[in-house]
Every structure is written in C-alpha cells, then in structure tokens.
C-alpha cells in the first residue's frame, strides 16, 4: 500500500524530520509516538479520551488477540476498529516480541515459534504466515511482518542465524499478505553488533516494505549501546519511509532517536509508569506514594494542561493511589500521555526551529 | 439549616412525590438516587462523568475518609468538594453502618463504638461528637447523626436498647454540631420491630433534624419485611422533610419505595454490580462474561442511550471483562449508574402522571 510518507521540514542540525503518511483511517503526522493498547484498549482509557490527548493511532497486540477474543471473533465483529470504538489509525505488532518475552517456553525452528498460551497452557505454532492471517483478519492499518528479536546474552553465530532467519520470515510476510489496504513495515534485526545490524537492515529493504522498523532493541541495553545499534542501521533504511523503533522509550530517548533519524514510537512505559504511579513532569519524575505530597495542593505539573492537572491535586491523586482506586490510575494514565504527547510537539518545535541537535546533544551527555 | 424542601407533586395513587430542596452547592430534585463515592470517589468515573450522567449529588464516607487520607488532611485542603473536584452536593453518612458491618470487631458503650482499622489495625473510638466533628471537616452538605443500626438477628431487648441510644447519640450530634451550611439529617432504627420503629421514629422526628432517614434496613430481609418497616416508620415523619431510605437498593426498590414515600436513596450496587460484571438493562439482568455475548455486536441496552450503549458492543464489553481491563469496569459502571439516574426519571414521570401506584404494585406482585 502506497502511504505517501512525505518530508515536510529537516532539521539542520540532526537526522530530525517532520513528515506525515496516510493510512485508510487518517493521516499519521511524524514523529509520533504510538500509546499501547495491548487487548485493544489503551488501559484504563476510553478511545475518546486517547484521541482528545491528540493521538492518531495506537497499537494493539497480535499475540493477546489472537489468544482472546480470537482474531476471527474480531473479524467477524467488523474489525478492530470497530471493535475497540477507534475510528483514527491502528498498528498491530507481529507477536514477535511477545515471542520473545517469554522464549523460555517456547521452540523455534524455521517454520515458526510454538509457544504455550499464557491463558490456558493450550499450545500454539505461529508462523508468519499466520501472524499476516491474524493481522488482516484484526484489520489494523500497519501491520507489521513477523520477526524474531535475539536475547541480549545471545552469541554472535545465534544472533546471525536469527537474523537472517528473521529475513526469510519477512520474505514469507510478503507473500503471505493478501489484503491491498494495509500498509506492511519490515523489522530489521542484528542484536547488538553493528555488522549484523547493517547486513538485517540491507535485507529487510531490499525485500521491498512500506516501512521499516528497528526492532530487538530496548531490552535492557545502555542508551550508548541503542544510539549506536541505530547509527547503523539509519543509513541503510531508505530516507523516503517511516522509521520505527519499536518499544521505545523514555521521553529523552524520543529526543535522542528523533535525533538519529526515527519517526515512530511506541512504549509501554507512560502507561505502565502511571498505573505504577511514577509520573513525569517537567520538573521530574514524581512517585506520586511518596507521603510528601499528603497535603500538596497543587497539580502533578505547573507547565501541564492535561485533565488531571487542570483539576486534581497531587494530594488527590496520591489518596487514591494509596486507596487502590481505579480513577487514580487513569487520571495518572491521562497524565504520562499527555507528557509524552507534549514532548513530541516540542520535538517538533525543534525541528522547525532547526535546534533538534543541541536538544539531542544536550541529553547524551546527562 | 433550612434547605427549603418543597413538595412540586404528589401522585394521586400512592404516596410518592416530586420534590426539591437547596444546598450550598446547588438544588436536589427529588425522588434522587446518589452514586456511592466511598472514598471520595465513585469507583471508576471521573466527577465529570457522574456529573454528566446528571446525578447532582455523591454519597462518601465518614469512616473510610477518617482512617485515609484523615479528615484534617481533607480540611487542610479546603474540603471534600475541592478535594474530589465535585463542585455540585455532597452527603456523608456518619460512620455508624461500617460500624456495624464489621460489629464483631467493634466494642460498643454509651459513649461510642471502639472499633481496629481495616488498614492498620489501630484502634479508634468513634463517638457522635467526633463523627459530627469528622464531618464539618469534611464540609458535606448533608451530614448524618452517627446512629447503631442492628443485626437482623437481635434480641428485642437489644434492638430497643440500641435504637434508644441512637436517639440520645443523635442528641449529641445536635448539641456536637457547629457549621451552620451543613443539613443534618437524623437516622430512624428500631429493627424489624414495627413498635420500636414507631418510637424511634417520633424521637428523632421530635429533636428535630433538616430531613430523615431509615436505618437498618437492607441488611438481607426480604422486599416484604423491608416495605413493612417503612410502612410503620413513614406517616411519623414530617410530609415537609425529605425522607432518606439507606443503602437502597435495586432499581425495583426504589419503584417501590418511592412509591411508599421515599424521596432520597444510595446504594453501592449499580457500582458494585458493574465491577463484577452484572448489568441492569431494560430486558433484564446481564452478566457479561457469559459466552454467548462473544460476538454479540448489539449494545448493553437497546433502550439506552449511555455513553457505553451508544459506543461499544456486548461483545467488547465481555472482552474487556474476561481479560481484567479496566475500561470495561468503567463503562459498565457508566450504565449501571445510567439506568438507575433513567429509572428515577420514569419514576418521576409516573408521578407527573398519576400512576406510581400501579407501577409499585405490579412489582409488589412479582
């Protein structure tokens, strides 16, 4: 599917770029992050709320629908979308990743990855093949192609043999895809040695994909190490579509990887966070448990315009983390959203105002 | 106080009525039903959401707002209704019914209940004065005289003894009290005995109070015994104060007991129901997780027009359930308090037309 990724503005001073791509269900203007909505539900959020913070997309996962409710109960309920009351755009990850969060109890082997539900123990095989299947049957505007990330302790020969697995099950995607209405991202490999890095990135572009993400990465490495492992794998993805690192990351890493070239984001970490209930704000983190905040009245961030800010006080909000009530961890959701949504706009900012480099520069040094 | 009760209709066929009254914080009309917000919330709505579902006033609670955050906490901050960001009324019940809830851990005398936290353990004397003081500092706008309902298994003598002395505590809430923009309301007991509910009735109704409410009831009797005991408790309270029946009920109940001469209710089960996944519809009980709502792609309730009914499907909705996801609690706690605030405004509309009667007694039968 032909998204029309358009540059509109480089920034002088780094790998920076606004741009902007069309979907069937809307335009995506980058860079963008991606909140997670796992179980087709971005957690403790309505979609209404999720598209006032002014998000166009979300991501659901294909590993956790496929389990429950079932991708074909999806499709027979007219797709995601209509599904989870979402009208704007959707990505859908490969379940590569759920995979490999829990490779203990799985088997690889060329075919696929056989892998016991984490609901029931029913064991399962997933084959690119099927998570294309499951994919177009959830109906999500980017699909993604089905991949193996390696472990971060892996050796050079398992990382190699991987990766270049990982390529033919990109190669399977491809001709496994059917339907014309959904753009498909290939997901280049290589663990953490940059040659690997460099020979993932040249296979998965030659394939031929309408996007291509940096995937194995935020798994516990350095952000010397990520900054790096981006490094050489930018300047192999073609300038003229989007670049998506997946499951990342702090608000500073969306700063320093803008600044390296990416465009897509997505993470779990502003809404785990906030059902945790560390909060970021522009002056900091707040663990919001902490008893100082027991008589503060004043609100999570001076700088925010969110809900929560706009009307409940620290104290509020720490009594009803401290309660375990629900409404604590969706205003804290809210909040963490809108943060990341604002440091997005200003890294937009930046790159109009041609100053993406220093910012980046700035935070690599901290 | 005076908070101006006036009666704008009564039905001809029974002895509801159509009402209103003033707090600091707006205008109540009468029958009215007020969500349950325990600790200063209402489970899993944002006050934007139960003000929109058109409630004008929320119920919390005196016991769990002393143990978290405390009142002084609350006080500091300038009170319940900025605390919660809930600018419309607000009533607190007195602490005597989670008193009693948890009896076999509370040592009662004259001078109070003695009664370990559930959070810490520690031990606490709750008196009439300190639950009138509790209460100031909170700043509700209707506050309640801290009474000893009953367990249904009571000796008469116990029952006679306790409701005797709830009058004289409810004395001492008179004498205790010293906010002025607060009503107080008094708490009518005596059991399942129709003497002792008489008695008590004519001595909290001779002390004088802003409004009335019966006590001890819907603690597991049955409709019938529960409409007997306001039968015999209802014609000696004043016509020109509103009667408050506690802790009901089901929506039928409030048909019922409106219908008896009830104007005012709370009742924690559209909140509590919605959390376990039983929902009220216009076609009868739903319980979500029930299989065969897996691809049913129709509303909750045809005859709703809620923000859930109007946005997703059964079928999200049990998914929601199945997989512990908090949206789905939020929004069937949206309907379940919907189709309460619709059935208040059937019940009104059935006074307006002179047949509140028939409706009660058709349920009567059931």
């Given amino acids: 599917m032909n ?28 860079p963008i992050f991606m909140p997670v909505g796992t179980r087709a539900t971005v957690k403790t959020l309505d979609p209404g709320e999720v598209a006032d913070l002014g998000f166009d997309i ?3 996962n294909t590993y956790h629908l496929f389990l429950r409710p079932g991708h074909d109960v999806v499709k027979d309920l007219n797709g995601l979308h209509r599904f989870m009351a979402w009208p704007r755009s959707i990505l859908t990850d490969s379940g590569g990743y759920q995979v490999f969060s829990m490779r203990e109890l799985t088997k690889i082997s060329e075919k696929g990855v056989e892998f016991a539900s984490h609901i029931d123990g029913t064991r ?4 690119p093949e099927l998570s294309i299947g499951i994919q177009e049957a ?8 089905f991949d193996e990330p390696v472990a971060p302790e892996s050796s050079h020969d398992y990382t190699k043999m991987a990766s270049e697995r990982s390529t033919r099950w990109a190669e399977r995607c491809l001709t496994a895809r059917e339907r014309k209405d959904q753009a498909l991202f290939g997901i280049t490999q290589g663990g953490f040695d940059k040659d690997l890095r460099k020979e993932s990135a040249q296979q998965i572009t030659n394939l031929g994909f309408d996007g291509y993400a940096i995937g194995g990465l935020s798994v516990g490495e350095s952000k010397e190490v990520m ?28 700063v320093r990887c803008v600044a390296r ?16 209930g560390t909060l970021f704000t522009s002056q900091g983190k707040i663990i919001i448990k902490n008893s100082k905040y027991v008589r503060d009245d004043s609100p ?29 961890i969706k205003l804290n959701t ?10 997005i706009e200003k890294i937009r900012q930046a790159i109009r105002d041609d100053n993406l480099g220093e910012w980046a520069a700035k935070l690599e040094k901290e």
Avoid: Q, W
Avoid at 5 to 29: C, L, P, V, W
């Fill in 138 to 145: 959830l109906g999500a505007d980017i699909i993604m192609a």
């Fill in 124 to 127: 399962h095989l997933l084959t």
């Fill in 300 to 328: 999570l961030d001076p700088e925010c315009s969110c809900h929560t800010c706009k009307n409940f006080t620290k104290a509020y909000l720490r009594h009803l983390f401290m309660s375990g009530e629900i409404l604590g």
């Fill in 227 to 254: 900054g790096a492992m981006i490094d050489c794998t930018e300047p192999h993805l073609p300038i003229d579509k989007p670049r998506y690192l997946m499951g990342v990351g702090t608000p500073d890493d969306l």
């Fill in 261 to 276: 070239g990416i465009d897509m984001f997505d993470c779990v970490m502003p809404t785990r966070n906030a059902r945790n």
């Fill in 58 to 60: 979300v991501l659901a």
């Fill in 3 to 30: 998204i029309n990724f358009t540059i509109e503005k480089n920034d002088n001073t780094s790998k920076g770029r606004i741009g902007r791509f069309s979907t069937t269900h809307g335009t995506i203007n980058t």
């Fill in 334 to 343: 809210l909040h963490n959203l809108a943060f990341y949504r604002h440091t």
